[in-house]
């Protein structure tokens, strides 16, 4: 560092190298996050990142063609509203006339056959308006020709005043966009330019720099030259349009990026500590909010008019020029395209020069300012920290942290209410019924989760150091994260489920045994959720989020979304039991993770088996046999169901036996070791080695086996006398009498390829991995459940039981086979 | 001093608190340390010295478990820092060299909040801690918000929080950067009172002066590599130098110079 330039850099070098830090701390990033990827796969990682990159771009394109869209067909909207409102006025008037033809009968002659058409065509408009179906809406092009409507408007009256507000939708996405949600929340407390103003650059080119940084980190600024391009297209033709691109759109996308900057500065030097992080989130989230409006309106034109015009119909009278401005209208009424452009890149130079003229200043009247030390309230808070001390401090958190509500509340709700938007083919159908109304409840309860919990511990910032010095401290802060984001689901969900009891008050009961399901839904999910949680580097850098991981916190919920929609309770119950094994499944796979998290260059994979493993396998054989199944009956045909399923499930047990075993050798796990259980603490004196040993758990496999077949016997003779399920029953056994051949197959399958291959799976993997995260009596029930969930429902409670039974059976003999045995003949006893 | 009397009774002879043997941690293709061996006996106050990079908060982030040493290992108390890293966080205080706190929380709250944590009761502790919130001038400022604390008090409140749960091996990162004349002294008075009550310290600093008031011993750390360690007087003769400062330069010294 001994050559020194000989003088300070200029203004325009100083921007230029800023911005290149800026460009290479981008790329650094994306080239560490593949490094780590790599890393942790060991160099056999895909890399999915660029498709991401290509999608964000294609929805900020879009929010932009929208806006341009939505401005137009918010002008042409306003127009046939005026008309309608003319029409009513004619409407009036002719209700007048007939009235007085009806008086005077005989003296009055029919109106003009002119008028007459004018109205029915008016009344169309009207019509196509006032339908709420969007199928009906009028599609773009509007039915109007554009240009008259479009370009004859003076600068007054609704249209001006819609198209107006769209221009302003399109300019709050683009001002308050920001450099993304992520980076901005944590910037807030690490502003760089006291570093940078210790060296001798003009503050100025320090402030046009970090102003022109959002240009390069988000991608809604790529695309939004376009809006203007398509506007000016739309009235001066294509050529201007693509001129119109360079010479209005990047002028004032730059100007937008700049103003917004300069509001960031304004909160960070004006507002206290405190409330810089809530100003700063609001601001973000109301660009991203306003890029969802844009998105949802643009595709929902005549809606979003027919909703802004009722009630600032007051407001039209007042002059609305700023549309006009932007496309160059001259007041004649007339267009000129030099006058728009000029008028546009004017106003772009302006704000670009208030704004860095304003942060400059601001800095010179001090940019450490604003230090307020606060009290706390005096009345002060007798910190009784009982049972759960961090969740009295995430409460504290959520009172006192004006941010928390915005990070919360609103992010998480704007997301799922996006999903709703997603959604609304279903939501059409909300009011059809209870069920419809508490199926949309529970999707928005997970978004709402899937949302927050990947951003659990970006509220915790630089003070993270604090609990890692605890025994257990990060565990323990992310399982209490977990436990308040159930709760508040449970709050959103319950509102809700609530609302659906008003609307259906005799369906009172099973709404509130879904609210019951949906308690321990959230808590499921809100554990998934946080394992996507991430820590912020020192920069202020988020975290990458593997998209495996967050499918993975997806599973079970559309069963348990569908199970409420279609009122079939099992499968409700399936998802529920699926999305907690799911949870149970990631937290073992987070928790080996978890010592790393500031050390992501030690981390691997944890060692296999895992409860992951054995899910992925499980769901293998079950979908992979669903679809053998099927492929099969199409190529031999249904003449031969029988030896189909016999085939594609033994094809499949065997496939996936195999290809499991062969994963796990390559990964250091010998078969011994998945038969025998050796390491554990529940030790009895049959799991030593010894060929009386085996004798002896092989009979207890045969006597646990004949036990619960015969209870197996005696539960179908049970349900035979039910009058619910007693013809279900005798229909089922006479279509097996009508087809010998079905039911010699399934015994076969039964009793000969079932109970190896599922054994293997339920008990060698699932239920030994379950025992190491659970333990004791409700791994034992965990396993016993998920295994019986895989079968019919009326036979979950015997499955149950024997899966439990075998689980035992497993751990206390040490030896597979005594399950095998088991299983074997409590098929054969209860199919034979 | 009810905190020192009850850390006297937990004193253990003889065996080495903390043993690092050939440890090794590397980020990437960066290796921030290399081949580290080092021993600090129960009761002993240790200074690591080192220049800024020389991976001296890489060693204390190994010890407290936060990072995993890529080879060799370290054991504090017998217990490995990073396979054991729950039980040896009860043996462990640790004051980073910028502590941060939680925004939303007093200074009295974040004592709850950890004391809670480690599975204190609340109540006693503050009782215990009240003697030395008074000797830090801290009792007044409690009710603050942690966040608005100036440097020295939040260091003071950082070592308040790596106390509070009496542990034998104090980690101490760079404890008197930013302090004032007068909380130096206390914080150095409070090493010396822990040490002879038994808390093995391990310090980093860069005040020379200081280490040869306060250490038997002294560790040199130079680019990831320990360049000397023994007891002050051992250091100083077998340079042949008359103050540690001047030992500290030659063997820090680039190659070359």
Redesign the interface.
């Known amino acids: 560092m001994s050559d020194r330039p000989a003088s300070a850099p200029g203004f325009w070098r100083s921007v230029g190298l800023l911005l290149g830090a800026v460009r290479r701390r981008a790329r650094g990033r994306r080239r560490r996050q593949r490094?780590l990827l790599q890393?942790r796969a060991a160099g056999k990682a895909r890399n999915w990142g660029g498709l991401a990159v290509l999608i964000t771009i294609s929805i900020t394109t879009y929010a932009n063609v929208g806006a341009a869209l939505l401005t137009h067909g918010l002008v042409a909207a306003g127009d046939r509203l005026s008309a309608r409102l003319v029409l009513q006025q004619l409407q009036l008037q002719n209700n007048l006339q007939n009235q007085a033809q009806q008086d005077l009968l005989p003296r009055q002659a029919a109106p003009p056959l002119n008028d007459q058409v004018m109205a029915d065509d008016f009344r169309r408009f009207a019509d196509q308006i006032d339908r709420s179906e969007p199928g009906a809406m009028p599609a773009f092009p509007p039915v109007l020709p554009p240009d008259p409507g479009f370009v004859a408007r003076p600068g007054a009256g609704l249209s001006a005043m819609l198209g107006s507000l769209g221009l302003l939708l399109w300019s709050v996405m683009l001002t308050l966009g920001g450099e993304g949600l992520d980076l901005d929340v944590q910037r807030r407390r690490h502003p760089m330019w006291e570093w940078l103003f210790s060296h001798p650059v003009p503050p100025g080119a320090v402030f046009l720099a970090e102003m022109l940084a959002p240009l390069a980190a988000n991608p809604v600024y790529y695309s939004a030259p376009l809006m203007p391009g398509i506007l000016y297209g739309s009235i001066y033709g294509a050529p201007q349009g693509l001129l119109a691109v360079g010479l209005v759109g990047v002028p004032l996308t730059i100007a937008a990026a700049c103003l917004g900057k300069a509001l960031e500065v304004a909160v960070m030097l004006r507002a206290a500590?405190?409330s810089r992080g809530a100003l700063i989130g609001i601001m973000s989230w109301l660009g991203y909010a306003s890029m969802l409006l844009v998105i949802v309106s643009s595709v929902n034109i005549d809606q979003a008019a027919a909703l802004l015009a009722r009630p600032l119909a007051p407001l039209a009278s007042l002059p609305w020029p700023w549309l006009g401005l932007f496309l160059g209208q001259q007041p004649d009424g007339s267009f000129s395209f030099v006058a728009g452009v000029l008028t546009c890149s004017g106003l772009a130079a302006l704000v670009i020069a208030g704004a860095t003229g304003l942060s400059v200043r601001a800095t010179r009247a001090g940019l450490a300012g604003a230090?307020v030390?606060?009290?706390?309230s005096r009345r002060?808070?007798r910190?009784r920290?009982g049972a759960n001390?961090?969740l009295?401090?995430e409460l504290?958190?959520f009172?006192?942290?004006r941010s928390a509500l915005v990070q919360v509340v609103l992010v998480p709700l704007t997301a799922a209410g996006m999903q709703l938007f997603n959604l609304r083919s279903v939501l059409h159908q909300v009011t059809g019924g209870w069920n419809w109304l508490c199926g949309v409840g529970v999707l928005v309860g997970t978004c709402f989760l899937a949302t927050i919990g990947p951003k659990s511990l970006h509220s915790?910032?630089?003070?993270l150091?604090?609990?890692?010095?605890?025994?257990?401290?990060l565990e323990?802060l992310l399982r209490a994260k977990a436990r308040l984001w159930a709760w508040l689901s449970c709050i959103v969900v319950g509102l809700v489920l609530c609302w659906a009891a008003f609307l259906f008050p005799a369906a009172v009961g099973p709404i509130a045994l879904v609210g019951l399901g949906y308690l321990v839904f959230a808590r499921s999910m809100a554990d998934k959720a946080v394992t996507l949680a991430t820590v912020t580097a020192s920069s202020g850098e988020p975290g990458a989020v593997s998209s495996n991981r967050q499918w993975a916190t997806q599973l079970g919920t559309l069963t348990f979304a569908i199970g409420v929609l279609t009122e079939q309770w099992q499968l409700a119950l399936v998802g529920i039991v699926y999305s907690t094994m799911t949870a149970a499944a990631m937290w073992q796979n987070f928790r080996a993770r978890l010592?790393?998290l500031?050390?992501p260059?030690?981390e691997r994979l944890p060692a296999p088996p895992t409860l992951m493993h054995a899910m992925i396998a499980i769901s293998c054989l079950v979908e992979g046999g669903a679809v053998l199944t099927g492929a099969t009956l199409a190529i031999a045909g249904r003449g031969h169901v029988a030896s189909a399923y016999l085939f594609a499930y033994g094809v499949a047990a065997a496939a996936v036996a195999l290809l499991t075993a062969r994963f796990l050798r390559r990964r250091g796990v010998r078969q011994a070791s998945v038969w025998r259980w050796t390491d554990r603490a529940w030790a009895s004196p049959l799991a030593r080695p010894g060929p009386r040993q085996l004798m002896l758990s092989l009979l207890a496999g045969v006597g646990v086996g004949v036990a619960l077949g015969l209870v197996g016997l005696a539960y179908l003779a049970a349900l035979r006398h039910l009058p619910a399920v007693a013809p279900l029953l005798r229909h089922a056994d006479a279509q097996m009498k009508l087809m010998p051949a079905l039911h010699r197959s399934l015994l076969v399958m039964a009793v000969l390829i079932a109970p190896f291959a599922e054994e293997f799976l339920f008990r060698g993997l699932l239920y030994r991995a379950l025992d190491g995260e659970w333990g004791g009596w409700r791994a034992v029930l965990g396993s016993g459940v998920f295994f019986a969930m895989y079968h019919p429902a009326l036979s979950w409670l015997p499955v149950g039981a024997l899966g439990c039974a075998n689980a035992l059976l497993f751990k206390r003999s040490g030896r597979l086979a005594s399950a095998v045995l088991s299983h074997m003949i409590y098929n054969a006893i209860v199919l034979g | 001093m009810t905190i020192l009397d009850q850390q006297l009774s937990e004193r253990d002879g003889g065996a080495d608190l903390v043993q690092i043997s050939n440890v090794t941690k590397?980020?990437?293709d960066k290796t921030a340390l290399r081949g580290v061996c080092l021993r600090v006996p129960a009761g002993q106050v240790c200074g690591l010295l080192g220049p800024n990079g020389a991976g001296k908060t890489t060693l204390f982030?190994l010890l407290?478990?936060?990072?995993?040493a890529?080879e060799g290992t370290l054991r504090v108390g017998g217990l490995d820092a990073?396979e054991d890293?729950?039980?040896a966080?009860?043996l462990?205080?640790?004051l980073?060299d910028e502590?941060?706190?939680?925004?939303?929380?007093?200074g009295?709250?974040?004592l709850?909040?950890?004391?809670?944590?480690?599975?204190l009761d609340?109540g006693q502790t503050m009782q215990r801690l009240a003697p030395l919130l008074d000797r830090m001038r801290l009792a007044a400022e409690l009710?603050?918000?942690a966040?608005?604390y100036s440097r020295g008090m939040k260091k003071k409140l950082g070592l308040l929080?790596?106390l509070l749960h009496r542990p034998r091996l104090l980690i101490l990162d760079e404890p008197t950067n930013g302090l004032d004349v007068e909380a130096t002294h206390l914080f150095y008075d409070l090493i010396g009172e822990l040490a002879a009550a038994g808390v093995t310290v391990l310090f980093s600093t860069h005040l020379m002066d200081h280490v040869a008031r306060l250490c038997s011993h002294a560790v040199i750390i130079n680019a990831g590599e320990v360049v000397a360690e023994g007891s002050i007087e051992v250091l100083l003769a077998s340079h042949g130098r008359a103050s540690l400062e001047e030992v500290f330069l030659r063997l820090t010294a680039p190659a070359g110079t």
């Open positions: 490094e890393q500590p405190r230090a030390a606060l009290a706390p002060r808070l910190a920290l001390p961090l009295r401090k504290l958190w009172r006192r942290d915790e910032g630089s003070a150091w604090l609990p890692l010095t605890w025994p257990h401290g323990s010592p790393f500031y050390d260059w030690s | 590397s980020f990437g982030r407290m478990g936060i990072l995993k890529s990073f890293r729950v039980a966080k009860r462990i205080g640790y980073p502590p941060v706190f939680y925004s939303y929380l007093s009295r709250e974040t709850e909040l950890s004391a809670a944590m480690h599975g609340v009710d603050l918000y966040e608005d929080l790596a």
